[in-house]
C-alpha cells in the first residue's frame, strides 16, 4: 500500500510539473499606475482574455507606476529582452519613432468604437509602421486608447478662440505649434506638482493636456473652466509590444491565442472609453469645475485655425524620408476621414 500511495505521489508530481511547464508568465510594464481608464482595461479585459484564449497556458504578470520602466526607457528595455512587453508611448522616443509622431498632428479625431476600429486595424493598413517597430525588435500585440485633450483655463473661457495671448502649458511639439497658430503661447513646465503652483500664482493661464492628466493633479482646484470634446483626440497612442523574439518563441498556438484576445478586447474597449469618459466629466463637476463640451462646429474652427496641414509640412520637409512620411500622413488622413466625415476636408 505504501509503494502504491509513493507511486501515485510521484505521478501527481509529474502531472504538476508538466503543468506548470505548459504555463508562461509574461512580464508586462506599464509607466502609469492601475486604476485610470487604460491600465484598468489592459488588465482587467485584455490580459484576462489573453489568459482566457490561451486555456490558461499564458498569463500577464504586469507591474505599474514605473515599477521596471518608466515611459522613456520602456522601448529600450522591452528592444533588449529586459521586459517580455510594456506600453511604447511614440512619443517619448521620437527618434527611434519618427513616422508615430504624426498620429499627435491632427487636431481631430474619431472617438469611441471609431477609433478603436481605426488604430486596431493601422498596422495591417500601414505596413511602415510595424516596419518603425520591427526595427526596434518589437512587435505591437494591441494598441489602447487614452482620454482626448482638454483646455484648463483659471479664468472663463466663452470658446477656443479665446486662448489668443494665454499661457498654456502643453507637452507635444505638435500641440506647442497649435497653441502658437492661434495666438496663444506654449509654456514648457515639468509635469506634476510644478504645472498646479504655477496655475496657482497665475504664472500660467492654463493647460491644453488629456483630461485625466489635468484631474490627477487637481488641476481644476485652480483652473476650473474647462473646454473639452471627445473628438479633440490625443493621439497619444498606446502601442502595447512585445520583444520579437519572445513572440518568436511562442507557439503557433499562443500566438493565435494573444490575436484573438485583441481581436475580443477591441470590441469593448470603445464602450470603456466613453463610459469612462463620462465618468471624468461628472468628477470634474463634483469638484466645482465649470465644464463644457464643444460643439462640432467649434471643433471645425479649431482644425482650420491651428494650420495644422502646413505645421505638418514643414515637419516632414525638414526629414531625410519626406516621401515615406508623406504617404503615412496622407494614409492617417484619409482613415481619419472614413471614420469620421464630420470631420473631413473643407474644399
Not at 484598468?40 to 507606476?65: M, R
Not at 468604437?113 to 509602421?129: G, N, P, W
Not at 510595424?130 to 518589437?138: P, R, S
Not at 485583441?262 to 466629466?281: L, N, R, V
Request: avoid cysteine.
Amino acid at each position: 500500500m505504501r509503494i502504491l500511495f509513493a507511486v501515485l505521489i510521484a505521478l501527481l508530481a509529474v502531472a504538476v510539473g508538466e503543468a506548470n511547464a505548459m504555463e508562461r508568465v509574461l512580464t508586462y510594464s506599464d509607466h502609469e499606475p492601475l486604476g485610470n481608464m487604460r491600465t484598468a482595461f489592459l488588465n482587467d479585459v485584455f490580459f484576462k482574455n489573453i489568459e482566457k484564449e490561451s486555456h490558461g497556458k499564458l498569463k500577464i504578470e504586469p507591474h505599474w507606476n514605473s515599477e521596471l520602466s518608466t515611459g522613456y526607457d520602456a522601448l529600450k528595455k522591452t528592444k533588449d529582452g529586459t521586459l517580455d512587453m510594456a506600453v511604447i508611448v511614440p512619443e517619448y522616443d521620437a527618434a527611434n519613432m519618427p513616422l508615430h509622431q504624426l498620429f499627435k498632428s491632427f487636431p481631430l479625431g474619431p472617438s469611441g468604437k471609431k477609433q478603436v476600429e481605426f488604430l486596431s486595424t493601422i498596422y495591417r493598413d500601414i505596413s511602415v509602421l510595424q516596419e518603425e517597430l520591427e526595427k526596434q525588435n518589437l512587435v505591437p500585440v494591441y494598441v489602447a486608447i487614452g482620454y482626448p485633450v482638454a483646455f484648463y483655463s483659471t479664468s472663463p473661457i466663452k470658446d477656443l478662440t479665446e486662448l489668443k495671448n494665454k499661457k498654456l502649458r502643453t507637452a507635444s511639439f505638435w500641440h506647442q505649434d497649435h497653441l502658437k497658430a492661434v495666438g496663444a503661447s506654449p509654456v514648457k513646465i515639468p509635469w506634476g506638482k510644478q504645472v498646479y503652483d504655477a496655475l496657482k500664482k497665475k504664472e500660467l493661464d492654463g493647460l491644453m493636456v488629456n483630461i485625466d492628466s489635468g484631474y490627477d493633479i487637481n488641476a481644476q482646484e485652480v483652473a476650473p473652466y474647462i473646454l473639452t470634446s471627445k473628438k479633440l483626440w490625443l493621439g497619444h497612442i498606446y502601442v502595447i509590444s512585445m520583444n520579437k523574439d519572445v513572440w518568436g518563441s511562442l507557439s503557433k498556438d499562443d500566438k493565435a491565442a494573444i490575436k484573438n484576445a485583441a481581436d475580443a478586447s477591441y470590441k469593448s474597449m470603445g464602450s470603456f472609453a466613453d463610459k469612462a469618459f463620462e465618468w471624468q466629466i461628472k468628477e470634474l463637476k463634483k469638484s466645482n469645475a465649470k465644464v463644457r463640451i464643444l460643439t462640432d462646429k467649434e471643433l471645425l474652427q479649431w482644425k482650420q485655425a491651428v494650420n495644422f496641414k502646413e505645421i505638418q509640412n514643414q515637419w516632414i520637409d525638414a526629414l531625410p524620408d519626406k516621401t515615406i512620411v508623406e504617404d503615412v500622413r496622407n494614409s492617417i488622413q484619409a482613415r481619419l476621414n472614413f471614420y469620421d466625415t464630420n470631420f473631413g476636408e473643407a474644399d
